[in-house]
C-alpha cells in the first residue's frame, strides 16, 4: 500500500498541471450538479411548506353543546391521518377574517361567520384522496353543518409537487451522468498521459490490480478535492442569491458530505472505467 500511495505522489509531481486542470473539471461539474441539487432542495421545501397549509374545516351548527364539540374533537384527534385540532369560536372566526381580509373588514359582523373546527393533517397524509376520506368522516357528526378544504387548491398542489418530483429525477440523472462523463474523460487523459509508463510496468511482471491502484485512490482523492471546491462555489453561489435576491436553504451537514463523497465515488468510478479500457 505504501507503494501504492508513492505512485500516486509521483504522478501528481509528475503532471501537475494535469491534475490540477482534472480537479477543476471535476470541481465545476460537481458544482453545476450541486447547483440543481439546490434548486431542487429549495423547491422541495417551498412545497413542504405549502403542504402544511392543507386544512380541513368544519363549521358547527348553531346551538350545539359545548360538551358534544369537546367530545368531537378527542375523537377527531385521534384519528390517524390528524395531527391537530383546533375550535375557532364565532369571535375568533371574525377576528381572523378581518385581519386577513382587511378591505372587508367593515362588511363582517358578529354573526357572519360560525364556529368551527381547524383540523390539520400529518405529513404524508395530505393527498386529495386521504383529504376527501378525512372530510367525509367529519360530514357524518350530526352538529357539522358544512365542511370545506380547497379540494381543487388541494389537487392542483399534488400534481404540481408530482411534476416537480418526477422532473427532478429525470433532470437529476442527467446532470449525474454528464458528470460522469466529463470527470470519466478528464481521468482517462491522465491514464493516457501515463501510458508508456504503464506498458513498462506490465513488460517487468506489475499486475493489472498492482496497476489500476493508483488510478483508483488518484480518481477518489481528486473527487473528493473536486467535490470540496464544488461545495464550496455552491455555497458561495447559495450565499450571494440568499443576500441579493431571495431566501433560500442550503444542505444539511450530512447532504454536503454525501455529495463530496459521491464526487470521490464518481472520480472512483471514472478511473475504473477508465483504466479498465486501457489494459484491455
Same mark, same amino acid.
Request: aromatic content about 8%.
Given at each position: 500500500?505504501?507503494?501504492?500511495?508513492?505512485?500516486?505522489?509521483?504522478?501528481?509531481?509528475?503532471?501537475?498541471?494535469?491534475?490540477?486542470?482534472?480537479?477543476?473539471?471535476?470541481?465545476?461539474?460537481?458544482?453545476?450538479?450541486?447547483?440543481?441539487?439546490?434548486?431542487?432542495?429549495?423547491?422541495?421545501?417551498?412545497?413542504?411548506?405549502?403542504?402544511?397549509?392543507?386544512?380541513?374545516?368544519?363549521?358547527?351548527?348553531?346551538?350545539?353543546?359545548?360538551?358534544?364539540?369537546?367530545?368531537?374533537?378527542?375523537?377527531?384527534?385521534?384519528?390517524?391521518?390528524?395531527?391537530?385540532?383546533?375550535?375557532?369560536?364565532?369571535?375568533?372566526?371574525?377576528?381572523?377574517?378581518?385581519?386577513?381580509?382587511?378591505?372587508?373588514?367593515?362588511?363582517?359582523?358578529?354573526?357572519?361567520?360560525?364556529?368551527?373546527?381547524?383540523?390539520?393533517?400529518?405529513?404524508?397524509?395530505?393527498?386529495?384522496?386521504?383529504?376527501?376520506?378525512?372530510?367525509?368522516?367529519?360530514?357524518?357528526?350530526?352538529?357539522?353543518?358544512?365542511?370545506?378544504?380547497?379540494?381543487?387548491?388541494?389537487?392542483?398542489?399534488?400534481?404540481?409537487?408530482?411534476?416537480?418530483?418526477?422532473?427532478?429525477? *429525470?433532470? #437529476?440523472?442527467?446532470?449525474?451522468? !454528464?458528470?460522469? =462523463? $466529463?470527470?470519466?474523460?478528464?481521468?482517462?487523459? /491522465?491514464?493516457? @498521459?501515463?501510458?508508456?509508463?504503464?506498458?513498462?510496468?506490465?513488460?517487468?511482471?506489475?499486475?493489472?490490480?498492482?496497476?489500476?491502484?493508483?488510478?483508483? *485512490?488518484? #480518481?477518489?482523492?481528486?473527487?473528493? !478535492?473536486?467535490? =470540496? $471546491?464544488?461545495?464550496?462555489?455552491?455555497?458561495? /453561489?447559495?450565499? @450571494?442569491?440568499?443576500?441579493?435576491?431571495?431566501?433560500?436553504?442550503?444542505?444539511?451537514?450530512?447532504?454536503?458530505?454525501?455529495?463530496?463523497?459521491?464526487?470521490?465515488?464518481?472520480?472512483?468510478?471514472?478511473?475504473?472505467?477508465?483504466?479498465?479500457?486501457?489494459?484491455?
Amino acid at each position: 500500500m505504501r507503494l501504492t500511495f508513492r505512485e500516486v505522489g509521483l504522478g501528481l509531481r509528475r503532471a501537475p498541471l494535469l491534475s490540477a486542470l482534472s480537479i477543476i473539471t471535476i470541481a465545476f461539474s460537481l458544482f453545476a450538479f450541486g447547483l440543481f441539487g439546490l434548486v431542487a432542495l429549495n423547491v422541495s421545501r417551498a412545497l413542504e411548506d405549502v403542504e402544511e397549509r392543507v386544512e380541513i374545516r368544519a363549521f358547527v351548527a348553531d346551538g350545539t353543546p359545548v360538551e358534544a364539540i369537546s367530545a368531537a374533537v378527542g375523537d377527531i384527534a385521534a384519528f390517524p391521518e390528524v395531527a391537530q385540532v383546533d375550535i375557532l369560536s364565532p369571535e375568533q372566526a371574525l377576528e381572523r377574517a378581518r385581519r386577513e381580509l382587511t378591505e372587508f373588514k367593515d362588511v363582517f359582523d358578529a354573526d357572519f361567520l360560525p364556529a368551527s373546527l381547524e383540523i390539520r393533517l400529518k405529513p404524508g397524509f395530505r393527498d386529495p384522496e386521504t383529504v376527501r376520506a378525512v372530510a367525509q368522516r367529519l360530514q357524518s357528526y350530526r352538529f357539522v353543518d358544512d365542511v370545506r378544504y380547497g379540494e381543487d387548491w388541494v389537487q392542483k398542489l399534488y400534481s404540481i409537487r408530482n411534476i416537480a418530483g418526477a422532473a427532478g429525477v *429525470i433532470l #437529476g440523472i442527467a446532470f449525474a451522468a !454528464v458528470a460522469v =462523463i $466529463i470527470i470519466g474523460s478528464t481521468i482517462r487523459m /491522465a491514464v493516457l @498521459a501515463r501510458e508508456r509508463e504503464i506498458s513498462i510496468m506490465r513488460l517487468v511482471g506489475a499486475t493489472d490490480g498492482f496497476v489500476r491502484r493508483p488510478f483508483l *485512490i488518484d #480518481g477518489f482523492l481528486k473527487g473528493i !478535492v473536486g467535490g =470540496i $471546491i464544488a461545495l464550496i462555489l455552491a455555497w458561495l /453561489a447559495h450565499a @450571494a442569491i440568499d443576500r441579493y435576491l431571495i431566501q433560500t436553504s442550503f444542505f444539511t451537514p450530512s447532504l454536503a458530505f454525501l455529495g463530496v463523497l459521491s464526487g470521490g465515488l464518481i472520480g472512483l468510478m471514472g478511473s475504473a472505467v477508465s483504466v479498465g479500457r486501457h489494459l484491455k
